[in-house]
């Protein structure tokens, strides 16, 4: 079982990027998969999580600006960044989850400067 994110880099204020995570080892379609950062000198955060059924959440502070999406065929998880601000800076990290079983990838740095 294996996630793998990418996407990150750096980037200017009002900017996009667009994250990816290539899972490998196992059907995504029966997990509810999310991304997840952690900024530095603060507690990781959900940002987005989509489930089975394709059903969305996101943290506020990234509601109208971010997209979670999945293609279960291609068995990839991606993330539509915009409008992107300082405070989005971090490192950022896909998971997947089961019946309470967690799969996590390593993460990608998104940096946004100002």
């Known amino acids: 079982v294996q996630l793998q994110a990418s996407g990150g880099g750096l980037v200017q204020t009002g900017g996009s990027l667009r994250l990816s995570c290539a899972v490998t080892?196992?059907?995504?379609?029966?997990?509810?998969v999310g991304w997840v950062r952690r900024a530095p000198g603060k507690a990781r955060e959900g940002v987005a999580c989509?489930?089975?059924?394709?059903?969305?959440n996101y943290v506020d502070s990234v509601q109208g600006r971010f997209t979670i999406s999945r293609d279960n065929a291609r068995k990839r998880v991606y993330l539509q960044m915009n409008s992107l601000k300082p405070e989005d800076t971090a490192v950022y990290y896909c998971?997947?989850?089961?019946?309470?079983?967690?799969?996590w990838g390593q993460g990608t740095l998104v940096t946004v400067s100002s």
């Open positions: 998971n997947a989850e089961r019946s309470g079983i967690y799969y």
């Open positions: 080892g196992f059907s995504l379609r029966y997990y509810g």
């Open positions: 989509i489930s089975s059924d394709h059903k969305t």
